[in-house]
């Protein structure tokens, strides 16, 4: 799909020079007497190199069609993320430069949209919170709380978050995707 310039948001992903990126900041700029220009901060969906271009107003941008399926989170095999598709049940390989900082809270079994292109896998949609079990903690001690109530904890996918101090190992909690911060803890179902 061809756009202009002014179509231009952040999240929007386009195809520049052949490859595929998807748009960090757009910035319209006026300089005194001379044309307007988008400052465009991007980087590419495949190896995450970061780009900033200048774009004239009214420049055409092609804008990449993409398609997004659930599939299941199987395993990782090495540097391969396995996905399973949840309606036709074939497996899918992907390589950890794909997957990039979902790996952080990607836990077995839980189900995520591949984001694909042409056919081939671009990038991993996480939801936007995801229910983790804090798999090492240290405990709370009483009166600690002189700076600040939070403390380190290890989930079950590796990654290190902060939490309030009542969180024990064991519990559930919910973390934000997007900024990987703890939400909240979790009852069990």
């Known amino acids: 799909m061809i756009g202009t310039t002014s179509d231009?948001?952040?999240?929007?992903?386009?195809?520049?020079?052949?490859?595929?990126?998807?748009?960090?900041?757009?910035?319209?700029?006026?300089?005194?007497?001379?044309?307007?220009?988008?400052?465009?901060?991007?980087?590419?969906?495949?190896?995450?190199?970061?780009?900033?271009?200048?774009?004239?107003?009214?420049?055409?941008?092609?804008?990449?069609?993409?398609?997004?399926?659930?599939?299941?989170?199987?395993?990782?095999?090495?540097?391969?993320?396995?996905?399973?598709?949840?309606?036709?049940?074939?497996?899918?390989?992907?390589?950890?430069?794909?997957?990039?900082?979902?790996?952080?809270?990607?836990a077995e079994g839980q189900v995520v949209d591949l984001v694909f292109y042409e056919d081939r896998v671009v990038g991993v949609e996480l939801p936007p919170h995801v229910n983790l079990r804090v798999v090492r903690t240290e405990p709370a001690v009483r009166g600690n709380t002189v700076t600040t109530a939070l403390k380190p904890a290890v989930l079950e996918t590796g990654a290190t978050v902060q939490v309030p101090l009542f969180v024990d190992e064991g519990d559930i909690v919910r973390i934000d995707t997007r900024t990987g911060e703890y939400v909240e803890r979790v009852k069990e179902v």
């Open 8 to 106: 231009l948001r952040v999240g929007a992903i386009i195809k520049y020079e052949g490859e595929l990126y998807v748009v960090l900041d757009v910035e319209h700029r006026t300089p005194g007497n001379k044309p307007g220009f988008y400052q465009v901060k991007m980087r590419n969906l495949l190896n995450g190199r970061l780009l900033e271009n200048k774009f004239l107003s009214g420049t055409p941008i092609e804008f990449a069609r993409l398609e997004r399926r659930p599939h299941q989170y199987l395993y990782r095999d090495g540097a391969l993320f396995v996905f399973m598709d949840t309606e036709t049940y074939e497996q899918v390989p992907i390589e950890e430069s794909v997957v990039g900082e979902s790996a952080r809270f990607l």
